[in-house]
């Protein structure tokens, strides 16, 4: 291990091999490279199939990765070329470049644990880059680097054509792919309606009901002492709460899930959320295979997969949006006639709304908001917007939750504390669980100090997004004296941060909440360029405060009531290799009634 488990209570638990809490001893991939065999875990597991759409074929990127001779030797070759090329590139133009390490063939090579790769790597220097043909990778966990892209010279660091292209199919013009007056649009839209009361009231009280129904479906298992894939769980509440708030409508998802499932939207909303997770696998996938945009030409192999997914995912999105816009026209006609308008408070509503008064493309117009205006609005504008805000939505209180349930069955102290705490901040009012989460306002959230921070030091280990990247659009210099090229991408890894003994301290891989307390007990903030799972500088999260809020609910209500523990102690837990940080083949939990 990296660390002393005898220095705290608290530490990382056992995992695969493939994971950063054991030291990978095999031979650091530079210029004169060694590939180490994979790790035998992965060797011995079964592609499991995950409830894919109605007859899309069942595939994961697993079935594109498994690396082959030929991956090592153009590895080998391609590093050798480039690096001779590039050292006498550099002797002519004076530029200093990080040191070379590998090539983007070793990323295809351990897609699998690529994150604990990066995060191997990342312990022998703060920045360094892999090779690949027309660009360079740079990687960096220096955050006065990350300051730099994040903020200190923003303009010149942006999404780029290479995002564009890797994410497009997916994203498309959303958000998280776009920059410039299109990303200033869109921000200033969604940031009107994260900050707005109406919202926030909206969504607490979503919120609540959804906890308080995921509670019920916890006791129903409790009560038979039936082990639970508390993921999918997590991934249902999710869906429902986020559709809730974005469309304006009830999935009812964990309706399903107490009941058998068997039909209808739970099952509808189930299939879409495994659409989405499908898709952003082998979205990654791009970044680390140089044949993709071929195969995508041919239509095989993951290419092909992914154009399933995203089909199913637009005539899901799409649908709702046409249903929407249909019923703020009849809305809209009835109040000419004398009605009352109806107002709706969800975040499609007010998007189309805002369309329907910028340009159905984000482009301001005079004299629309009538009728014949919403009904001109580009519904793929609607979608890029609304689908970014789903897929992040559901994705970051998903990843954190399961992860911070993982670690708090791990180290039962937690569970005890935070149960401590609740009780506590609402004054104990409440014996029922809709009660009780009634009782969860923002002001008794607030109160909750210990679990802000053992959520914060979960996604410290393990963030939603554990891997970023900005294309750089001039040339420019990082700080340290590294130069960067146009066109050249810099990723940050807050994956890798987050274990850095350099930015944390000799217990960086021990789980720790205690670490984000003052002395008094309040929580106290780092510097969000060493802390990165939300971003920062002008793109920093919007959902951030919306994320903590829905996760301090969930596991409020669920702690309050259920003493929760791993179905098998010595199953060993991953990550599966996705845009976000899914558990690989769920999380099996046991819950007790208290």
């Not at 790769?117 to 990350?146: E, M, Q």
């Not at 805002?354 to 984000?362: L, N």
């Amino acid at each position: 291990m990296f660390f002393d488990a005898r220095s705290s209570p608290f530490t990382l638990p056992d995992r695969p091999p493939n994971c950063n809490c054991q030291r990978d001893t095999t031979p650091a991939t530079v210029l004169n490279v060694t590939l180490p065999a994979l790790p035998t875990y992965h060797q011995n597991q079964k592609a499991k199939a995950r409830p894919p759409l109605a007859n899309l074929p069942k595939q994961s990127s697993m079935d594109y990765t498994t690396p082959p001779t030929w991956a090592a030797f153009a590895g080998l070759a391609l590093l050798a070329i480039i690096s001779y090329v590039g050292a006498v590139r550099r002797r002519r133009s004076g530029r200093r470049y990080p040191p070379a390490v590998g090539t983007v063939f070793h990323k295809l090579y351990h897609f699998r644990r690529l994150h604990d790769y990066l995060t191997d790597l990342s312990r022998g220097r703060k920045t360094f880059r892999l090779l690949a043909p027309g660009r360079r990778l740079i990687y960096t966990c220096d955050p006065a680097v990350v300051e730099h892209i994040l903020r200190a010279n923003f303009a010149n660091y942006g999404k780029g054509a290479f995002n564009r292209d890797n994410t497009g199919d997916l994203l498309g013009d959303g958000i998280f792919a776009v920059d410039g007056d299109r990303w200033r649009q869109q921000r200033k839209i969604a940031s009107h309606e994260f900050a707005s009361s109406a919202m926030r009231d909206f969504s607490g009280a979503v919120f609540r009901t959804n906890a308080a129904k995921l509670a019920a479906v916890v006791a129903v298992n409790a009560a038979s002492k039936q082990p639970m894939e508390f993921q999918g769980l997590l991934q249902k509440a999710a869906m429902d709460t986020i559709f809730a708030v974005t469309f304006g409508s009830d999935l009812d998802t964990l309706g399903a899930a107490s009941s058998g499932g068997g039909g209808g939207g739970g099952d509808e909303g189930s299939r879409f959320a495994s659409a989405v997770d499908d898709a952003s696998e082998f979205t990654l996938l791009r970044y680390v295979n140089p044949f993709w945009k071929a195969m995508r030409l041919l239509n095989v192999g993951p290419e092909a997969a992914l154009r399933e997914r995203v089909k199913a995912v637009d005539a899901f999105v799409y649908e709702r949006i046409r249903a929407r816009s249909e019923e703020l026209r009849a809305a809209a006609a009835a109040a000419r006639q004398g009605g009352l308008p109806v107002a709706r408070r969800d975040m499609l509503s007010r998007f189309i709304e805002a369309a329907t008064t910028t340009g159905g493309d984000g482009a301001a117009t005079a004299g629309a908001g009538t009728a014949a205006a919403a009904a001109a609005v580009d519904h793929k504008y609607l979608r890029d917007i609304v689908l970014s805000i789903v897929i992040a939505g559901k994705d970051t209180s998903v990843e954190a939750l399961a992860w911070f349930f993982y670690m708090a069955c791990k180290h039962p102290r937690v569970q005890e504390r935070v149960f401590r705490e609740a009780r506590e901040a609402t004054g104990e009012k409440a014996s029922s669980m809709d009660e009780f989460a009634r009782c969860l306002t923002d002001e008794a959230l607030g109160k909750m100090h210990y679990l802000h921070a053992a959520l914060t030091e979960t996604l410290r280990l393990y963030p939603a997004l554990p891997l970023n990247n900005k294309e750089c659009f001039s040339d420019d210099v990082l700080p340290g004296g590294f130069s960067v090229g146009k066109g050249d991408v810099v990723f940050y890894v807050p994956y890798a941060m987050g274990r850095m003994e350099y930015l944390w301290g000799s217990d960086a891989e021990v789980f720790r909440p205690e670490r984000w307390l003052h002395d008094n007990g309040e929580f106290q903030q780092e510097s969000p360029f060493k802390f990165t799972a939300f971003q920062a500088g002008p793109r920093i999260c919007l959902g951030k405060e919306f994320a903590y809020r829905q996760m301090k609910v969930l596991a409020a209500v669920l702690l309050r009531f259920f003493v929760f523990s791993l179905r098998d102690e010595e199953a060993s837990v991953n990550y599966r290799a996705t845009i976000t940080l899914l558990i690989e083949h769920g999380l099996h939990l046991m819950a007790t009634p208290r």
